[in-house]
C-alpha cells in the first residue's frame, strides 16, 4: 500500500516560493491532490489531479508530480499561508484514500 | 453550494460505540459520494471509510471490525458508527463530500473525546 512521505516543516521568507514535497515510490503514475489546513479550521482542497485548482484558489499555488515525488509550490509566500498542508493519493490495493503526513508551513 | 454538518456526542466513554451524524445540504445526497475522516489533536488525517451512491462502502482496514457508515436519504444525513472505542479514538471527526478519489468538500469537524 501507499506510504506517503512529506517532510514536517517548510519555512520560507514572505515573498519567496515555498515548495512542499510528497513522496512515493512511482508516485507520478497517479494522481495527487493536496489539502491546505489552517489552526482551528477543516482542511481545504488546494490541488487536484496534480495540477488543477479549484475555483476561488490563488495562481500562487501550483502542483506539479513526476517519478517518485509531487511537489505543491506556493509562489510568493504570505503570512495567510501559514498552514499544514497535506498530500493524498487513492491506494487501489485498499481501494481508499492516503494521506501524507502533513507539513506545517511557516512564512518566517 | 455544499454544507455539511456534523452533530453527535462530543464525549463517549471507552468500550462504548461513538455516533456522529452528518446533514447535508445544497446537493442530494443520493447523487455524491460521503465519507468520514478524523484527526486526532496535533496529529495528521486518517480516512475512515466511505459510502458510495448504491450504499457499498469501503473501510479504513485498520477499523474495520469496528466502523460502519451508513445514509439515510429521506434526512439527507449520513452516519459513522465507531464500536468498543478507546482513548485512541479521541480526535476532530470530519465528514465530507468525496469525489473520483478527492475531497472536495469538508464539514468543520466536531471533536469526539472518549474518556470515562
Known amino acids: 500500500s501507499y506510504v506517503l512521505t512529506q517532510p514536517p516543516s517548510v519555512s520560507v521568507a514572505p515573498g519567496q516560493t515555498a515548495r512542499i514535497t510528497c513522496g512515493a515510490n512511482n508516485i507520478g503514475g497517479t494522481s495527487v491532490h493536496w489539502y491546505q489546513q489552517k489552526p482551528g479550521q477543516a482542511p481545504l482542497l488546494l490541488i487536484y489531479y496534480d495540477i488543477d485548482r479549484p475555483s476561488g484558489i490563488p495562481e500562487r499555488f501550483s502542483g506539479s508530480n513526476s517519478g517518485n515525488t509531487a511537489t505543491l509550490t506556493i509562489s510568493g509566500v504570505e503570512a495567510g499561508d501559514e498552514a499544514d498542508y497535506y498530500c493524498q493519493v487513492w491506494d487501489s490495493s485498499t481501494n481508499l484514500p492516503v494521506f501524507g503526513g502533513g507539513t506545517k508551513l511557516t512564512a518566517l | 453550494q455544499v454544507q455539511l454538518e456534523e452533530s453527535g456526542p462530543g464525549l463517549v466513554k471507552p468500550s462504548e460505540t461513538l455516533s456522529l451524524t452528518c446533514t447535508v445540504s445544497g446537493v442530494s445526497i443520493s447523487s455524491s459520494y460521503w465519507s468520514w475522516i478524523r484527526q486526532p489533536a496535533g496529529k495528521g488525517l486518517e480516512w475512515i471509510g466511505l459510502i458510495y451512491t448504491n450504499g457499498n462502502t469501503e473501510y479504513n482496514p485498520s477499523l474495520k471490525s469496528r466502523v460502519a457508515i451508513s445514509v439515510d436519504t429521506s434526512k439527507s444525513q449520513f452516519s459513522l458508527m465507531l464500536t468498543s472505542v478507546t482513548a485512541a479514538d479521541s480526535a476532530m471527526y470530519y465528514c465530507?463530500?468525496?469525489?473520483?478519489?478527492?475531497?472536495?468538500?469538508w464539514g468543520q469537524g466536531t471533536l469526539v473525546t472518549v474518556s470515562s
Open positions: 465530507a463530500k468525496y469525489r473520483d478519489g478527492v475531497i472536495v468538500d
